[in-house]
């Protein structure tokens, strides 16, 4: 009997792989992966196949969302199957879609979770977990249409004194990531479309690039200062938090060059 | 120069560690780990110091809490120091304020993350990690009164359609560990005293006992059956779903027995 183990990838590179996913990873029959609904910087598959002595197979969007049933789910019927995935599995629909359609087959999956940006957003800023609200995503207009959902949650969670986390949107294959300056400018256009002062350029955020990385950078700053900031390469990840308790706010000093 | 390194551990055991994680726990001069933050239930501090070749010191919560300046922070400005720690680091208050007074006294210091009950839950149910509002932890009674924000953070979510993930209380030195019946017990408690009819006995709730670690249980049901479903021991965690997206109902069938 075959199976279907998710295994995260983490936030930076190959060395993120637990010693556990190695274990697996070596036992299984074969190795898939998708690198598009997040993006590994540091992360080399030729490595990545020398580490593990063995192939990796790259899918696409295509591959995995169209072609799934007819190749890795029918090759998982009868093998060991392993699908490695950027940061923790499952926090995109399309890995919880493709598990469940493994699971309607009766296929059996197993999960191995990793390091991802929803915990490494608070583990690196020192904003509290337990004060996050919920998190979005501000993605690229679609037809020249920019969707209000980011600023709607920021509303929300502002009202509540709550941190709120953006995710920037990706679009991989296109070799696309929506910069920190994109999405200061997003949210100030959907502000001056709504007009309800949820968010200004004098309005505190806290941008991340390359989060779990060693060429990591945090930067605490106003809005406007951000959107100049010179980040490195992607992915990013921008916080604008609530109400802050002093020893936030102190975080973000010492962590995040707030003030500086 | 010293530095001071924060590296999770993950959920389940010493094979949760990745390989960067391993390359500087062998490169540092010290390792301490705490180990009472949360709970790993595989973890073996023997099978650690074989794996790394070295002494690993677990703390206190005295050790960290009110002897670190004169004893972990002394030593990291000298010397390289880790400090193990479960989960994803800094998500305990204790770990950023251990960081912020490290770095005022000039220590250097970084972060390597980890898988988190915090991104893990949504991962291992299925429930999209977009639709989770507010955490929060569901303490034991401090001097037989109850702390009401678990009732509020709960309100607050469901009124807005949204998933709340409650931490359940852990008091490692005494052993004590709060169960999923014992959270049960107090949501309904805190219905009683509230009466705004937030929570019952029939409202559907997901158990996660050990996610991360192979004998890891998940079951979703009624809040009264999951307070006698036989659970494997700690750590425990429980959601409570707000609206489901038919994919989110389909994932709680196939990935936690919803409905079995």
């Known amino acids: 009997m075959g199976f279907l183990v998710f295994v995260g990838m983490g ?92 699971e309607e087959m009766g296929i059996r999956t197993e999960v191995v979770h990793a390091a991802s940006i929803f915990s490494a957003a608070p583990s690196a800023t020192g904003l509290q977990p337990y004060k996050f609200g919920r998190s979005v995503t501000i993605t690229f207009p679609e037809g020249g249409k920019l969707s209000n959902t980011p600023y709607e949650v920021l509303e929300e969670n502002s009202k509540r004194g709550l941190h709120t986390l953006f995710l920037l949107d990706i679009k991989a294959e296109a070799g696309k990531y929506m910069t920190i300056r994109d999405a200061v400018h997003i949210l100030l256009q959907l502000e001056s479309l709504n007009g309800r002062g949820v968010v200004g350029e004098s309005t505190l955020g806290v941008g991340l690039a390359r989060i779990g990385s060693p060429d990591g950078v945090i930067k605490a700053g106003a809005l406007r200062d951000l959107a100049t900031y010179p980040f490195p390469n992607p992915p990013y990840a921008l916080v604008i938090p609530g109400a802050l308790h002093f020893m936030e706010r102190r975080a973000l000093e010492l962590f995040a060059g707030l003030g500086e």
Do not use: F, W
């Open 11 to 102: 936030l930076c590179d190959e060395l993120d792989l637990s010693l556990r996913s190695i274990d697996i990873l070596k036992s299984v029959d074969r190795i898939y992966a998708e690198l598009y609904t997040s993006y590994i910087p540091h992360l080399s598959v030729e490595r990545l196949e020398k580490l593990l002595g063995k192939k990796v197979e790259v899918l696409s969007r295509s591959d995995l969302e169209e072609k799934a049933r007819e190749t890795i789910l029918a090759e998982a019927k009868k093998r060991s199957v392993a699908l490695l995935v950027p940061g923790d599995p499952m926090l995109a629909t399309t890995h919880v879609a493709l598990r469940i359609e493994a």
